[in-house]
């Protein structure tokens, strides 16, 4: 059972990304999912998360209006859209399925010039 992040990479300010989370071992679609980031020396803060049916998105306020979230549960994935990136938004970007001990081991994500 795990959960794998991908499409992490070095990305210029104002460029885009997208994150993938994949399940193997369980039915992602059965579980709300959240993204978290956790950048050098910082807390790991929460990004945004979807509920099962993808129906509902919540993101935070540093990211609102640049990062989409999104799933498609027949391919037990769901993706992070990330646009408008800044230097702010280089971290360790991780999934979770909501309430549970499933965690990826994390993708890098570095915006710079």
């Known amino acids: 059972v795990q959960l794998v992040e991908s499409g992490g990479g070095l990305v210029q300010p104002g460029g885009s990304l997208r994150l993938s989370c994949a399940a193997s071992?369980?039915?992602?679609?059965?579980?709300?999912l959240s993204w978290y980031r956790q950048a050098p020396g910082k807390e790991r803060e929460y990004v945004g998360g979807i509920n099962s049916a993808g129906g509902r998105t919540n993101y935070a306020d540093s990211v609102k209006g640049r990062f989409t979230i999104s799933r498609v549960n027949a391919n037990n994935t769901v993706y992070l859209q990330m646009n408008s990136l800044k230097p702010e938004d280089t971290a360790v970007y991780y999934c979770?399925?909501?309430?549970?001990?499933?965690w990826g081991q994390g993708t890098q994500v570095t915006v710079s010039s």
């Open positions: 071992g369980f039915t992602l679609r059965t579980y709300a």
């Open positions: 979770n399925a909501v309430g549970t001990r499933y």
